[in-house]
């Protein structure tokens, strides 16, 4: 599990940094990312980032001595995804962060970004608390909006049938989600958990 | 797109087969399939197969003359994992296909084996073939049994939301669905869609 703490990792280094580091990071992290959405998980090596990106192999391994530490700097930027902001409209929301889910998929490689950690996080480590962290930073505001009126399972199953919807279509259906996918989802989750209030 | 009749490629060699010719297969296949959820996809190599499984590498490489064939034949091996033959009760129906998937996760590796796919099936091609037939095949049952009270696109978002929910729980969460998991996830499904009907 990931370090109460950890998600400082995932921002750009404090406002005091050099801004000639954070670029390199920032640069150097894009295209690790753009590398493992395109290539796969062992193309994201030191040197085929060197020549890819423009900075020395000797840059690039002072910031990450190893690839573990490139690849997780490198997954953790996914938590930046913008998320739709609540408007208090619980549908409106709802399909609004699934779009924004959804867009994430399309724009940044997310599906294919979280293909490769379902693959490589096999078992407890490094790469597993990478991706804990991302999930949990990623269904954050579908669990928010749901628990205005579901809780326990039922909270948990909801977020997992509606995210699960869009990343099963994405994967292995080879289907980004369209909006109808996205507004048929909401529709049948929210008159699923309507019609259990009411019972 | 698998040809239609390419789900003949899964089955075992028509009975003539010499009984040797087809237990060889079962081994070799088995131990791939072993490998491969266990180590992951470069790992299943002729040579580190021939080593695991115990027959030579010129058996194998007769058998399969590519990574490719083996890894296809490995995979599609998981279209043989039961189904829930149905009652005719629709909730229990549901339950009983989202168990036998949950089970092909818990016995046979079935998360990690589509967490490869999904990786690997990055483009059209031969893998992404496999995945389309297998993910067809996968959910042919619980579309089936949807298909008595939904069509078009409910049809396919319902089938998405309850296999979605046990890919994703399984997969992101780290977490095999259990029983209370799959039972409120049907549940969610058929009030979101009886509430359809009466609407």
């Known amino acids: 599990m990931a370090p109460s703490d950890s998600t400082a990792d995932s921002t750009p280094p404090a406002p005091g940094v050099d801004p000639r580091v954070r670029r390199t990071r920032q640069d150097v992290l894009g295209a690790a990312l753009g590398i493992l959405t395109d290539q796969g998980w062992d193309a994201v090596t030191h040197a085929h980032l060197a020549a890819h990106a423009g900075y020395s192999r000797a840059t690039i391994y002072k910031h990450w001595p190893t690839r573990t530490h490139l690849l997780r700097d490198a997954l953790?930027?996914?938590?930046?995804?913008?998320?739709?902001?609540?408007?208090?409209?619980?549908?409106?929301?709802?399909?609004?962060?699934?779009?924004?889910?959804?867009?994430?998929?399309?724009?940044?490689?997310?599906?294919?970004?979280?293909?490769?950690?379902?693959?490589?996080?096999?078992?407890?480590?490094?790469?597993?608390?990478?991706?804990?962290?991302?999930?949990?930073?990623?269904?954050?505001?579908?669990?928010?909006?749901?628990?205005?009126?579901?809780?326990?399972?039922?909270?948990?199953?909801?977020?997992?049938?509606?995210?699960?919807?869009?990343?099963?279509?994405?994967?292995?259906?080879?289907?980004i989600p369209d909006d109808d996918v996205i507004v048929t989802a909401v529709d049948i989750l929210l008159r699923g958990t309507v019609a259990a209030e009411a019972g």
Chains 1, 2 share one sequence.
């Open 76 to 175: 953790l930027q996914l938590a930046d995804i913008p998320h739709h902001p609540p408007t208090g409209d619980l549908r409106a929301d709802l399909i609004g962060e699934m779009r924004a889910f959804r867009d994430g998929m399309r724009d940044h490689g997310l599906d294919r970004a979280m293909a490769v950690l379902a693959e490589q996080a096999r078992g407890p480590g490094e790469i597993a608390a990478v991706r804990d962290e991302l999930v949990t930073g990623g269904d954050r505001v579908v669990r928010q909006l749901l628990a205005t009126r579901l809780s326990g399972t039922e909270l948990a199953v909801g977020t997992k049938m509606l995210s699960g919807a869009m990343f099963y279509s994405a994967l292995m259906y080879g289907q």
